[in-house]
């Protein structure tokens, strides 16, 4: 086969370009340290890696969404938790002053106390979390309870019975308050009629007492409502963090560089590239002419 | 040979042929780097012989007379250059698709974390922070200004793919006035080869010339050609005539209204299209008028889903300012996609809450969440390609389809370079000049020359005894 003197420069220079392209693609891996630069590198693996990253947005959102939600319904339960304590209280008081053997400077001293108690649990009903009213429904701009101390002593509600709904797992949008018409009502007016009855020196009857008993025990199933929605909210956020390891795992392994392999390989590439090059200058140099006599 | 002079004529013409074919060894070495140099050869071939009849015998024999210069042989081969020619149109057309496609997989830049399939997660993402707290001015805030950076990627994008379409369309263009001007060139060198080979000389440069014009136009565009023998070349795109002999049909660009006022290329004389089927020109209208026109119709048509699913709801949704029926997104599509300027101004407007009365009364609540968790949660929800795709999902199918075709252009292309390397080796085996090859043949012209200067010195010798010495 008949080789001309452009064949053999054409054919150095061709690999020796071609080695340095392949040397450019190693650089630039270890450079970037991304193994997928564009779709085309791996269209597969960029499609996955799409997914892959869509996926760890949401779950990341989705621990955003949860720690919203955990921190509402603490509050809650941490009033609400207070709200049980003083409620026992008011209870003990009432038992007190409905024993028969209790004087009227006593049944009065009673009063101011559960009057006390009672202005007290409208303020934990007005408690706000973040300039919120955590009670108020939907409503959480404006200040849900009233009292007005009577005779008749009551409380209005301002606000409404809407849900505040959070998106805390895929497909699952939680109500995370506890609105005031819920259980409320019940403690507003046991101790309204208690303080009510005790100032006109009536001692508190029993139907009195059976709603005391009711109005802490809706406290209480509040409460263990809210205790069950935060159990729930834990048991989804260990596994988004799992979920986000994985991800963040499996992400790592389409896109990035696998330093170790493309080191090695960049180091073959460039002995292969010097011994081109040693062969092309080998090559091209001698011809017939170096030999003839001039 | 009869005459007493006979014999310096046969060392005479060994001299000319051996001085001829040195220049020609030395004109193959002077162009063993011109592009497209075909090695010349000297053609030799005995001078007609003289029959003398010998003292003796009766019987005519034939005495040689010298050498004589046939011709000088070209050595081409027009098998390879035919399969050249096709092997470039094909590479011409594929190096220019690849190159869109770079050029297209660069502006689209996925995946990333400024690219558009994550300034879409960060949207959704913002309108949930929104919902876990309607009356925060900074979540808010921080929705409007992500929903701009995504407008803002969406118009970039749709730009960029349209910037990329006015570059093929330029290159058509371009391409266009290239081939008429190697036409012309090569109308020209027809003339010129005409003339030499009337006046009797070979016109092996200038056919050299014209195959090295054949070449760039074979890049550009799908021609077939024929040569006469009179060595004049026709070349033809499809049925029509490009060049014939010495004159040429001229090719024309000119933007056609019912294909975005892109360059429609015809001939000029009767407007009839060309049919163009290879090289940099389909590719480029290829890619101009097909594989970029779909990304940006693919393009428009997620923006467009977003603004009618996101409008849609956000209508429903009251700002705290009390009204209803906003469009959260203005324009038609990623061209002109932009966030309501009105939204923009007070992010109060943003329409977190349910309209709780019937329009056209108004009635809402605060700290209702209802639509912002809504529209965060059309995130979730296929609204694109029928009903069986998200928004995601729809994108990474158009970044995936164009991974695809882009590594599908990338293998076509370096396969066909192989080839056209393949080629150019046979090629240049044929035709390419060998140093050594030419070295060789100079010493032995120049020893041929040695001796054919000693014929001469021989018969000067005899004739100077004949003349100068005999009968004195």
Redesign the interface.
């Known amino acids: 086969?008949?080789?001309?003197?452009?064949?053999l420069m054409?054919?150095s220079t061709?690999n020796l370009q071609a080695g340095e392209q392949r040397l450019k693609l190693l650089q630039d891996q270890l450079a970037s340290g991304k193994r997928?630069r564009?779709?085309?590198?791996?269209?597969?693996g960029?499609?996955l890696?799409?997914?892959l990253?869509?996926r760890r947005?949401?779950l990341?959102?989705l621990d955003?969404?949860l720690g919203?939600?955990s921190d509402w319904l603490k509050a809650s339960d941490t009033q609400l938790s207070e709200m049980t304590s003083v409620l026992q209280r008011a209870k003990e008081l009432a038992v007190q002053g409905g024993t028969d053997t209790v004087g009227s400077t006593e049944r009065a001293r009673v009063a101011d106390e559960l009057e006390q108690i009672l202005r007290h649990t409208v303020q934990i009903g007005n408690a706000t979390m973040?300039?919120?009213y955590l009670f108020?429904?939907?409503?959480?701009?404006?200040q849900p309870f009233a009292l007005t101390i009577g005779p008749p002593t009551s409380v209005s509600y301002a606000g409404?019975s809407?849900d505040?709904?959070?998106?805390v797992d895929?497909?699952v949008?939680l109500p995370v308050n506890t609105a005031g018409s819920k259980g409320f009502p019940n403690v507003y007016s046991a101790l309204s009629g208690l303080v009510d009855d005790l100032r006109a020196g009536i001692a508190p009857s029993s139907s009195r007492m059976a709603a005391m008993n009711t109005a802490l025990d809706d406290t209480v199933a509040l409460q263990a409502e809210v205790g069950a929605k935060l159990s729930r909210l834990d048991s989804i956020s260990t596994r988004t963090d799992d979920d986000r390891l994985n991800i963040a795992s499996q992400l790592s392994e389409i896109?990035d560089t696998d330093v170790v392999d493309v080191t090695m390989r960049l180091k073959a590439q460039e002995n292969v590239y010097q011994a081109a090059i040693a062969v092309g200058a080998r090559v091209i140099q001698p011809?017939?002419?170096d030999f003839?006599k001039p | 040979m009869p005459g007493s002079f006979g014999g310096l004529e046969i060392g005479l013409r060994a001299l000319q042929a051996s001085r001829l074919a040195s220049e020609l060894a030395g004109h193959n070495i002077a162009n063993a780097n011109t592009d497209g140099f075909t090695r010349q050869q000297l053609s030799l071939v005995a001078t007609p012989p003289f029959s003398i009849v010998p003292f003796n015998n009766g019987v005519a024999t034939e005495i040689g007379s010298g050498v004589d210069i046939a011709g000088v042989r070209r050595y081409r081969d027009d098998f390879i250059d035919i399969r050249f020619r096709a092997a470039n149109q094909e590479m011409g057309r594929q190096q220019t698709m690849m190159d869109s496609m770079q050029r297209l997989e660069a502006v689209v830049n996925e995946p990333s974390d400024g690219a558009l399939s994550s300034l879409v997660d960060a949207f959704f993402g913002a309108w949930h922070d929104v919902a876990n707290d309607p009356s925060s001015l900074a979540a808010r805030s921080s929705l409007t200004s992500k929903a701009q950076v995504l407008t803002a990627r969406f118009n970039q994008l749709a730009q960029g793919i349209q910037a990329e379409q006015a570059n093929m369309d330029n290159l058509v263009t371009r391409r266009v006035a290239d081939i008429n001007s190697l036409a012309t060139q090569i109308a020209g060198l027809n003339q010129q080869i005409m003339n030499a080979t009337t006046s009797g000389a070979p016109a092996n440069d200038l056919t050299d010339k014209r195959d090295l014009l054949l070449d760039q136009l074979s890049k550009i565009v799908n021609i077939t050609y024929t040569v006469s023998a009179t060595n004049v070349a026709s070349v033809s795109i499809g049925v029509g005539v490009l060049v014939n002999g010495l004159t040429t049909n001229t090719i024309s660009s000119a933007a056609d209204p019912l294909n975005n006022n892109f360059q429609s290329v015809t001939w000029t004389a009767g407007g009839a299209p060309v049919a163009i089927s290879s090289g940099e020109l389909q590719g480029a209208i290829y890619q101009r008028d097909t594989a970029l026109a779909s990304r940006l119709t693919s393009l428009n048509a997620l923006a467009a889903g977003f603004i009618s699913s996101v409008n849609a709801v956000h209508a429903l949704g009251v700002g705290l300012d009390g009204v209803t029926g906003r469009d959260f997104f203005t324009g038609a599509d990623a061209t002109d996609i932009g966030v309501n300027p009105v939204i923009v101004a007070d992010a109060n407007r943003v329409g977190a809450a349910a309209n709780q009365a019937t329009l056209p009364a108004v009635q809402f609540t605060a700290g209702d969440n209802t639509i912002a968790l809504q529209i965060g949660n059309l995130a979730d929800s296929k609204t694109m390609a029928g009903g069986t795709a998200t928004f995601n999902t729809y994108w990474n199918t158009v970044v995936a389809q164009l991974g695809v075709e882009s590594r599908q252009a990338r293998n076509l292309q370096e396969g066909q370079q192989l080839v056209l390397i393949q080629l150019t080796d046979e090629r240049s085996q044929q035709s390419g000049v060998s140093i050594d090859e030419e070295a060789a043949n100079l010493v032995r012209f120049q020893r041929t020359y040695e001796a054919a200067a000693r014929i001469i010195s021989v018969m000067d010798g005899m004739l100077d005894k004949v003349i100068n010495e005999m009968g004195r």
Do not use: C, W, Y
């Open positions: 086969m008949r080789i001309s003197f452009s064949t054409d054919t061709r997928i564009r779709p085309s590198d791996d269209p597969i960029a499609s890696a799409l997914t990253r869509t947005a949401q990341d959102q955003r969404n919203a939600a973040g300039g919120r108020a429904g939907a409503k959480t701009d404006t409404d809407g505040l709904k959070l998106h895929v497909g949008d896109e011809s017939l002419l003839l």
